[in-house]
């Protein structure tokens, strides 16, 4: 698709027509002095749409079920703080 150049200016006086036009899946490059600041593209597809092309092509394997939340790999079950115990641990590491 086609790539449009426009000024800050040209944008406000113009952000319906812009708008259609990365709708139809142009992009649009903002400049500010003649050097850009932005960008507008289309939307992406669907995320569920995303997965589906992922999973034809072979890349990923999904059940399609809720994935259950993770377990924290580490709990601090002594009296002491988490900062004091990254203090000490930076502290072997120093010798």
Known sequence: MAQYTI???DLKAHLSSY???VQNGHTIIITSHGKPVA???PTREELMSRVKTLQEAGLIVWSGK???PAKPVT???SKKLASEIYMEMQN???Y
Do not use: A, P, V
């Open 7 to 9: 000024g800050i200016r």
């Open 66 to 68: 809720k994935l259950k």
């Open 19 to 21: 708008l259609e036009k």
């Open 75 to 77: 709990i601090n079950k």
């Open 39 to 41: 960008q507008l593209t």
């Open 92 to 94: 072997e590491s120093l």
